[in-house]
């Protein structure tokens, strides 16, 4: 049943039956439909969500205007990773743009891991190392390169699902507006 998640885990780690049997009894299933929230910016976010089958968005506020900040999608975990970690509330929410099957894991179960299973320490670090990979070219894509560069940085980063993403998410998270982005579309 959870094939998928210990396949994640074992790109960087070997997984013990025993760390196989506390995933099992730790992770729970559950769905969430279109638009629902997975978590609010108004709450401290407690529960990391390994994603089966969907695609969720992690956005924030700003003067009313949503601005999308990544997305995730099948074969990934999301949470609110200051919120998380720190256990205090942040800017960010956690919305699905599809119909989404995760499995759950709360805080205190993930803390559980980490202080009996020595390699989830270093799953965390390793794993860890590839989404701060992908921030700092994020920040670099933000920061120095033109609208078309953005958008040909987006769909690689996001070469399966950048289809199933609505326009307007893009254009926010990209930074430009949607009729910047409806132009560099269209110079393709």
Known sequence: MHTPLYQHFEQYIRLSPALREELENRVTVQSFKKGELLHDADKVCTRSYFIRKGLVRVFFLKDGREISEYFSSEGEWVNSPKSFIQRQKDIYSIDTLEDTD???????????????????????????????????????????????????????????????????????????????????????
């Open 102 to 188: 995760t499995w759950r894991l709360e805080i205190s179960d993930l803390g559980y891991l980490f202080d009996h299973f020595p390699e989830m320490e270093r799953y965390a670090r390793l794993s860890m190392g590839t989404v701060f990979g992908h921030l700092m070219e994020r920040i670099t894509s933000m920061r120095f390169t033109s609208a078309k560069e953005k958008y040909d940085h987006f769909r690689a980063v996001y070469h399966d699902i950048y289809h199933r993403i609505p326009l307007g998410m893009v254009a926010s998270y990209l930074g430009i507006t949607q009729e910047t982005l409806s132009r560099v579309r269209a110079e393709k």
